[in-house]
């Protein structure tokens, strides 16, 4: 599988369990799936025009850096996906907190010192 397809599937996959989300918490509504999904195929269509361009010149597109993009999507779908299954109660909060930065540490050791 290429890493373009890899990240279409995160992508599907995010949809599907954000629907899923909103199913649960009773709060599908028409207006914000359609924004989410114009984000979505706004990603898709990004992600299709740039293997599209990459295989008509790949002189000035460096492979290494499309593959850095289409992994930088796919790291985000990640996340979006590990979020919404943290909110349907499938994985622990703790699995979320490893993927946050927590800048509050730093504040209270600055006042700490004070």
């Known amino acids: 599988m290429k890493l373009i ?3 279409l599937v995160l992508i599907l996959a995010d949809t599907a ?9 009773h709060s599908l ?3 914000i799936g359609r924004q989410r999904l114009t984000q979505k195929v706004a990603e898709l269509i990004v992600l299709i025009a740039l293997n599209v361009l990459t295989g008509l010149d790949s002189v ?13 999507f796919a790291g985000f779908e990640i996340i979006s996906i590990l979020e919404n299954l943290n909110a349907l109660g499938l994985i622990s909060d703790k699995t979320i907190d490893v993927l946050r930065i927590d800048n509050s540490r730093k504040k209270d050791n600055v006042s700490d010192k004070k």
Request: proline residues 0%.
């Open 17 to 25: 369990v954000g629907v899923c989300v909103q199913l649960k918490n």
């Open 29 to 31: 509504q028409s207006a």
């Open 60 to 72: 000035h597109f460096n492979q290494d850096y499309v593959q850095m993009f289409y992994l930088i």
């Open 5 to 7: 397809e890899a990240v």
